[in-house]
C-alpha cells in the first residue's frame, strides 16, 4: 500500500505496517518514536532547568500532531511564520501562537482576525510605524485588540529595527495606538555569524536584555505578562543565559524558539546542538542528548556498475541544501534486523528522482535492498511530504501524520 504521499489514515490491525516486509511502497519518510520522546523529555528538562518557556517554531514539520506532542511536554506555545500556517494550526486546536514575523496586508489580517473571534491567542512582531499603524487600524475597526512583540534586528540581518533609539520611539508610538498591546520585545540572533558568532550574539543578546527592562521601567508594555523571545536552534544556550530569566522581574518570561529540537538531524542541527553542548554546562548536566529521529527509507534501484548503486530516492524526497542524505543502515526485504552501512558509503549526486550511492569494494548491494537515510536540514524534508510515519524500533509503522504545507 501506498502509505506516504497521500492518506492520513491509520495501519490496520494492532500491528501496523512493517517497512522491511514492504507493506508499504518506498521511498518513505519516518519519524522514530524513541527519538522523538527522547527529543521532547530533553528539552523540556532543559527549558525547566534554564527557567525559559518554549515556543517551538512549528515551520520545521507543519504537523499538527507534533504540535501536540510539544504542547503536552510542556510547550508554552507554538511558533509559526505565516498567517495561513496560524490558521492551519489554530485550526488544529493550538490555542496559543506566536508568529515570528510581521503580520502584513489586508488578507492576512482578515485571516488572524478570524482565527481571535475563535478564542486563538496570538502575537506577532512589529518593526515599523507603517505597519503598527496599519495593524491599529484594522483590528481597532474590528473591536480587536492585537497582541505584539517590538522586534530589534542587526544591521545586515532580516527585519528589526536596528538602534536603541527607534525602539524606544516605535514603543512609545504603539502605546498611543487602539488596537494594539505591547506585550514584549523579539528578536533572531542566527543571523549573526564569523568565528566569534558566540561573542557577538551574547553581547546582542545583553543589549536587547537591558532594552527590555529599559521599556519596561518606561511603562511602555501592556499590562499582563511580558515576554523577551528569541533563539533559534542553534544557540538557545546562549540567550538563556545571557537573559536570565529568573532574574528578571516577576512579570516577565523568557520564551526560546527553537524548531529542530524535536526531529534534530545529522548535519547542520547536530553540529549546532555540538555547539550547545560544548558551551553549557547546564546542558550537559541534564544528561543524554537529542537525536536524529527523521530517515528516509528508498530501494536500490540499479547496480549499473561495481561500487556505485542507483537508489530510488531524489530531490523530490529528501532535503539536500545543506548536505546530501547519508546512509545509515541497509535490510534485505524480509530480513527481521538491519545493519549499519560501511563508513565509506556515500552518496555522490542527487537528482529528481534518483540518488547516486558510491560503496566503493565494500559494496555488495542487490536491486530491491533497502537503505535507510538520515538527512540534513529537516525541514526541507518534512514539507517534501504530506503524510510521515511514525515507526517503532522494528520499523512498524504506529501511526501516520499529516503535514500542513
Same mark, same amino acid.
Given at each position: 500500500?501506498?502509505?506516504?504521499?497521500?492518506?492520513?489514515?491509520?495501519?490496520?490491525?494492532?500491528?501496523?505496517?512493517?517497512?522491511?516486509?514492504?507493506?508499504?511502497?518506498?521511498?518513505?519518510?519516518?519519524?522514530?518514536?524513541?527519538?522523538?520522546?527522547?527529543?521532547?523529555?530533553?528539552?523540556?528538562?532543559?527549558?525547566?532547568?534554564?527557567?525559559?518557556?518554549?515556543?517551538?517554531?512549528?515551520?520545521?514539520?507543519?504537523?499538527?500532531?507534533?504540535?501536540?506532542?510539544?504542547?503536552?511536554?510542556?510547550?508554552?506555545?507554538?511558533?509559526?511564520?505565516?498567517?495561513?500556517?496560524?490558521?492551519?494550526?489554530?485550526?488544529?486546536?493550538?490555542?496559543?501562537?506566536?508568529?515570528?514575523?510581521?503580520?502584513?496586508?489586508?488578507?492576512?489580517?482578515?485571516?488572524?482576525?478570524?482565527?481571535?473571534?475563535?478564542?486563538?491567542?496570538?502575537?506577532?512582531?512589529? @518593526?515599523?510605524?507603517?505597519?503598527?499603524?496599519?495593524?491599529?487600524?484594522?483590528?481597532?475597526?474590528?473591536?480587536?485588540?492585537?497582541?505584539?512583540?517590538?522586534?530589534?534586528?542587526?544591521?545586515?540581518?532580516?527585519?528589526?529595527?536596528?538602534?536603541?533609539?527607534?525602539?524606544?520611539?516605535?514603543?512609545?508610538?504603539?502605546?498611543?495606538?487602539?488596537?494594539?498591546?505591547?506585550?514584549?520585545?523579539?528578536?533572531?540572533?542566527?543571523?549573526?555569524?564569523?568565528?566569534?558568532?558566540?561573542?557577538?550574539?551574547?553581547?546582542?543578546?545583553?543589549?536587547?536584555?537591558?532594552?527590555?527592562?529599559?521599556?519596561?521601567?518606561?511603562?511602555?508594555?501592556?499590562?499582563?505578562?511580558?515576554?523577551?523571545?528569541?533563539?533559534?536552534?542553534?544557540?538557545?544556550?546562549?540567550?538563556?543565559?545571557?537573559?536570565?530569566?529568573?532574574?528578571?522581574?516577576?512579570?516577565?518570561?523568557?520564551?526560546?524558539?527553537?524548531?529542530?529540537?524535536?526531529?534534530?538531524?545529522?548535519?547542520?542541527?547536530?553540529?549546532?546542538?555540538?555547539?550547545?553542548?560544548?558551551?553549557?554546562?547546564?546542558?550537559?548536566?541534564?544528561?543524554? @542528548?537529542?537525536?536524529?529521529?527523521?530517515?528516509?527509507?528508498?530501494?536500490?534501484?540499479?547496480?549499473?556498475?561495481?561500487?556505485?548503486?542507483?537508489?530510488?530516492?531524489?530531490?523530490?524526497?529528501?532535503?539536500?541544501?545543506?548536505?546530501?542524505?547519508?546512509?545509515?543502515?541497509?535490510?534485505?526485504?524480509?530480513?527481521?534486523?538491519?545493519?549499519?552501512?560501511?563508513?565509506?558509503?556515500?552518496?555522490?549526486?542527487?537528482?529528481?528522482?534518483?540518488?547516486?550511492?558510491?560503496?566503493?569494494?565494500?559494496?555488495?548491494?542487490?536491486?530491491?535492498?533497502?537503505?535507510?537515510?538520515?538527512?540534513?536540514?529537516?525541514?526541507?524534508?518534512?514539507?517534501?511530504?504530506?503524510?510521515?510515519?511514525?515507526?517503532?524500533?522494528?520499523?512498524?509503522?504506529?501511526?501516520?501524520?499529516?503535514?500542513?504545507?
Amino acid at each position: 500500500m501506498r502509505a506516504l504521499k497521500g492518506t492520513g489514515s491509520q495501519p490496520p490491525g494492532n500491528s501496523g505496517w512493517r517497512i522491511l516486509d514492504e507493506d508499504v511502497s518506498l521511498p518513505i519518510a519516518t519519524l522514530h518514536e524513541t527519538a522523538l520522546n527522547n527529543n521532547l523529555d530533553w528539552m523540556a528538562r532543559y527549558a525547566r532547568a534554564s527557567g525559559v518557556r518554549l515556543a517551538p517554531h512549528g515551520k520545521t514539520s507543519m504537523a499538527p500532531e507534533l504540535f501536540a506532542r510539544m504542547l503536552d511536554a510542556g510547550a508554552w506555545a507554538i511558533s509559526l511564520a505565516t498567517a495561513p500556517q496560524v490558521c492551519a494550526a489554530a485550526e488544529a486546536g493550538v490555542k496559543r501562537i506566536l508568529m515570528a514575523n510581521q503580520l502584513v496586508g489586508k488578507a492576512n489580517m482578515q485571516r488572524i482576525a478570524q482565527c481571535l473571534n475563535q478564542g486563538l491567542e496570538y502575537y506577532c512582531f512589529v @518593526d515599523s510605524p507603517d505597519n503598527a499603524r496599519a495593524l491599529s487600524d484594522f483590528f481597532s475597526a474590528q473591536g480587536l485588540s492585537l497582541n505584539v512583540l517590538l522586534e530589534m534586528g542587526v544591521p545586515g540581518g532580516r527585519c528589526g529595527v536596528r538602534t536603541e533609539q527607534q525602539a524606544i520611539s516605535l514603543s512609545a508610538r504603539i502605546q498611543r495606538l487602539q488596537g494594539l498591546s505591547l506585550r514584549g520585545l523579539a528578536f533572531y540572533e542566527g543571523v549573526i555569524g564569523g568565528d566569534d558568532a558566540a561573542a557577538r550574539i551574547a553581547d546582542f543578546v545583553r543589549q536587547m536584555r537591558e532594552l527590555a527592562l529599559e521599556l519596561y521601567y518606561q511603562g511602555r508594555f501592556a499590562p499582563g505578562t511580558i515576554s523577551i523571545s528569541g533563539a533559534g536552534s542553534a544557540w538557545y544556550d546562549i540567550v538563556a543565559e545571557v537573559l536570565d530569566g529568573p532574574s528578571l522581574p516577576p512579570s516577565m518570561q523568557v520564551v526560546i524558539r527553537p524548531g529542530c529540537y524535536l526531529i534534530h538531524d545529522t548535519g547542520i542541527y547536530e553540529q549546532a546542538q555540538a555547539g550547545v553542548m560544548a558551551r553549557s554546562p547546564l546542558a550537559c548536566s541534564l544528561g543524554g @542528548d537529542l537525536m536524529n529521529s527523521l530517515h528516509v527509507c528508498a530501494y536500490v534501484q540499479s547496480v549499473p556498475e561495481p561500487g556505485m548503486a542507483i537508489i530510488g530516492l531524489g530531490k523530490r524526497d529528501v532535503a539536500f541544501d545543506a548536505g546530501l542524505p547519508t546512509p545509515q543502515w541497509l535490510a534485505r526485504p524480509g530480513q527481521q534486523h538491519r545493519q549499519p552501512v560501511p563508513p565509506d558509503w556515500q552518496l555522490i549526486k542527487i537528482m529528481d528522482q534518483h540518488a547516486m550511492l558510491q560503496t566503493g569494494a565494500s559494496g555488495e548491494l542487490r536491486v530491491g535492498d533497502i537503505i535507510g537515510f538520515s538527512t540534513s536540514h529537516p525541514c526541507l524534508t518534512m514539507d517534501k511530504w504530506k503524510t510521515i510515519a511514525v515507526v517503532d524500533d522494528e520499523l512498524c509503522v504506529q501511526q501516520l501524520i499529516r503535514t500542513e504545507f
